[in-house]
């Protein structure tokens, strides 16, 4: 049981550039999320997805743009990179609403994105 | 005024001290309230949930006073292995979308 990863761990890209930050979970999570985290700064919500074919905006959606074929990936794209987007971006997932536990957010690894 | 505000920090403590975190939240509807740990150049974790009645997990303690909308995270016996960032997080939507603190660094010394 991987839980959640994320590739790549580290890219560096030059502005204009566009890349895909892949991430999937194995634990069969209906709920998904894209964070960005910049230094000194707590976690910012990108966007979610509440299960296959399902996704919302959070609250720094723009350059950014998801998609949720499967209920295992949620891959984030950036188009047109700038170096506002330079920052460590994590994927979560979450079993969903029901229980308390259902909030628990269990996070990849990260990807650590330069813009230059 | 932020959604949740936490101690600056970052708090320096020798082994076996107590040391508190504080954090409040703007957002009254807010539902579920969690403190997470985060290891320099980590992902985070979930250390315990905060229950109105407050709740203790070994050495740590998770108060929540709802009419301050205020949370408090208590350790005691402060171990080296406890030096982290601890981030205040709150969830207030129907999505289990979370809203995090800036977190408190901490940093546990011999």
């Known amino acids: 049981n991987a839980g959640v990863t994320q590739t790549p761990k580290f890219r560096i890209l030059k502005i204009g550039q566009s890349m895909t930050l892949q991430c999937t979970q194995d634990m069969n999570h209906n709920y998904m999320y894209w964070y960005r985290q910049d230094p000194g700064m707590g976690l910012k919500l990108i966007y979610y997805s509440v299960g296959a074919g399902i996704t919302d905006k959070g609250e720094v959606p723009n350059g950014y743009n998801v998609s949720r074929s499967t209920t295992e990936d949620f891959p984030l794209r950036l188009e047109l990179a700038a170096p506002s987007q330079t920052s460590v971006y994590f994927c979560a997932s979450s079993p969903g609403q029901g229980a308390r536990v259902g909030y628990e957010q269990y996070f990849g690894p990260g990807t650590r994105l330069t813009v230059t | 005024r932020k959604e949740v505000e936490q101690d600056p920090g970052p708090f320096n403590v020798p082994e076996g001290a107590t040391v508190a975190f504080n954090c409040t939240y703007s957002?009254?509807?807010?539902?579920?309230f969690f403190w997470y740990r985060q290891d320099c150049r980590k992902e985070p974790k979930l250390l315990m949930s905060?229950?109105?009645s407050g709740n203790e997990d070994g050495r740590f303690t998770a108060q929540l006073n709802r009419a301050s909308q205020y949370i408090s995270l208590l350790i005691r016996d402060s171990k080296l292995s406890d030096s982290a960032t601890y981030l205040c997080v709150v969830s207030h939507s129907g999505y289990s979308t979370l809203t995090f603190g800036k977190g408190t660094m901490l940093l546990v010394s011999p």
């Open positions: 957002n009254s509807a807010s539902q579920s």
């Open positions: 905060v229950y109105s």
